[in-house]
């Protein structure tokens, strides 16, 4: 008997937690584990998903930013919050800066790296590192700058009163340092070194033989020894022809292919929606104009 009214009380007490078990079954239940039936899964927010995960996604962001609001820029009578939202145009601002600062140190860096390397590099060498060299010039500075001109396309309105069109001037000075100190001064900076090292090659072989010596580097020192000032010039020179043509290629990329092609169709756009507009106007106008037919 007590056997038994213990098994009562146990069973009972079982199904008692049971019931509770059933009651709260659903906290560690996720219904949607293997499929949500909600995700959006769109074509252009799967492109946006990809684009905050890949290089430029800052860009990206700008982009989507003048995508999406340049029907407003140019209603005069309703603009979108987003051009109102300062502390979201102040946080693209700071990612532009903390972007141009980040680049500048990495490709001043990588132009001291360049310039230094390459002297002691033949040709095969030269040419692998000025490969490089042109790759991330054009990676760091030429494509972010080349997204400016693409913006440039969504401005409908190019007169000082369009809306979207401060704002593209206001992006455009922010990211304009880029171009001003990583292009221009840089590039002129080591330019103007490279011929300084030029007419004082004889002086710089034996710095070098003796900084080489100290590290006591038997082949090292060997190698050295045998560059000839003929070889140290012909590195110089290779060298400055890859700053010279990094600049070259960043400036017919920039203004001779990329800037004039978006605006030719930012020229299109703003013809199509001043058609648009006219035709709208037109047909508010006969609505409102027409005489009523009994």
Known sequence: MD????????????????????TYAHRDHNPYANKD??????????????????PWALDFEIIRFFRENYNAGVDFEESPRAFFDEEYLLAIRLKLLSRNIKTMFIKFLFMVIFS??????HTKGLMIFGSIYILVFLYFVAVPMGFVK???QYVMDDTDKGKLKKIHNTYLSWIRPLEIIAMNIFTLFFILL??????????????IIEITAKLKIAPLNEY???????DLQFSILV????????????????????APKWEKVRLINEKAFKISHQRAALNLMDKLTKEDKE
């Not at 050295?224 to 003929?230: C, D, P």
Request: charged share 20%.
């Open 3 to 22: 056997n038994s009214h213990a098994a009562a009380i146990n069973n009972g007490a079982y199904s008692q937690s049971n019931v509770h078990g059933d």
């Open 37 to 54: 039936p909600y995700e959006n899964k769109d074509a252009h927010k799967e492109e946006e998903r990809r684009d905050r995960q890949g």
């Open 116 to 121: 230094s390397i390459t002297l002691l590099l």
């Open 150 to 152: 693409y913006c440039r």
């Open 194 to 207: 490279e011929i300084v090292i030029f007419f004082n090659v004889e002086a710089l072989k034996n710095y």
């Open 224 to 230: 050295v020894s045998a560059l000839s000032i003929q």
């Open 239 to 258: 060298t400055s022809a890859y700053f010279i043509l990094a600049y070259v290629l960043y400036w017919v990329f920039i203004y001779k292919i990329w």
